[in-house]
């Protein structure tokens, strides 16, 4: 079984490049190394068409350095079968780690972001099998927003952005561990700005109901809390190295701790 592919550069013509994935319809789990940084990358990816492996269920993607352009177009070939369960894309350097198939993956049960140069999150609220986010190293991203949760503001207004279904209201529906590190510009989670109404004035809105874990490590910056966070069931709320956050959610009279005194297990350093 491959377990990890290395892509050349454009002056190693021998060595085996993502074309050659046309045949290997068994994979389990795939890590690709050296992505996009030779512009012929984009072609070779289209002629790699993992859509068509219905069997694999872990991928990890690593880049290189190279032009925006490259990488958006490189991930957006890419495109994984909707089986996949586990994906993990690092050191992308394109506006934004959403491709056209990620709201595809309908069992994709874990994701981790590292590394990546984007400002704005994916609405990763929409993928309905999502248990465990890692987003970690995305220094250039300052608030973490609506658009996460997969909710589009528009006039002051709110809209899922989801298939209709009998459950499109619930936002992050099976997420279980969430955790935040070495996010360096990160400043808010604002999961719903003020004044907003939903379009359905009788629809509202679960956020992560089956959420147990929250951490943040490293998040220097970071000083305010979702408002929905006490609605949650979470049991386990970890802040490390977070000096402003920490700051905010001591026991007290502190700003966040009415949104996290009921958590069973708080630690922090």
């Not at 992308?92 to 590292?114: D, Q, Y």
């Not at 999502?130 to 927003?145: R, S």
Request: charged letters at 25%; hydrophobic letters at 40%; one cysteine or more.
């Amino acid at each position: 079984m491959i377990k990890e592919f290395r892509v050349p550069n454009s002056n190693n013509n021998e060595a085996c490049k993502l074309g050659d994935l046309w045949n290997l319809d068994n994979l389990l789990q795939l890590y690709i190394r050296g992505l996009g940084d030779a512009e012929e990358h984009v072609e070779d990816a289209k002629q790699a068409p993992l859509k068509n492996k219905k069997g694999l269920l872990n991928l990890t993607l690593y880049f290189s350095s190279s032009s925006r352009k490259i990488h958006e177009d490189v991930l957006e070939a890419l495109e994984p079968h909707p089986n996949l369960e586990s994906l993990r894309i690092a050191f992308f350097e394109g506006f934004t780690v959403s491709p056209s198939w990620l709201m595809s993956l309908t069992t994709l049960k874990r994701l981790v972001m590292l590394d990546c140069s984007c400002e704005v999150l994916p609405p990763l609220g929409r993928l309905p099998s999502l248990e465990t986010l890692d987003i970690l190293a995305l220094e250039k991203v300052e608030k973490v927003g609506s658009e996460f949760l997969g909710i589009q503001v528009d006039d002051n207004h709110l809209f899922i952005n989801s298939p209709s279904s009998p459950s499109s209201n619930t936002l992050f529906p099976k997420l279980k561990k969430l955790r935040f590190e070495r996010m360096d510009a990160l400043q808010q989670w604002v999961s719903i700005p003020r004044g907003c109404k939903s379009e359905n004035r009788h629809l509202s809105y679960r956020i992560m109901p089956c959420l147990q874990s929250l951490e943040f490590v490293s998040c220097i910056g970071l000083e305010e809390l979702p408002d929905f966070l006490p609605r949650t069931p979470l049991q386990n709320l970890i802040i490390e190295c977070s000096w402003v956050l920490e700051e905010c959610c001591q026991k007290g009279t502190a700003k966040e701790w009415p949104k996290i005194f009921l958590i069973p297990n708080i630690q922090i350093s």
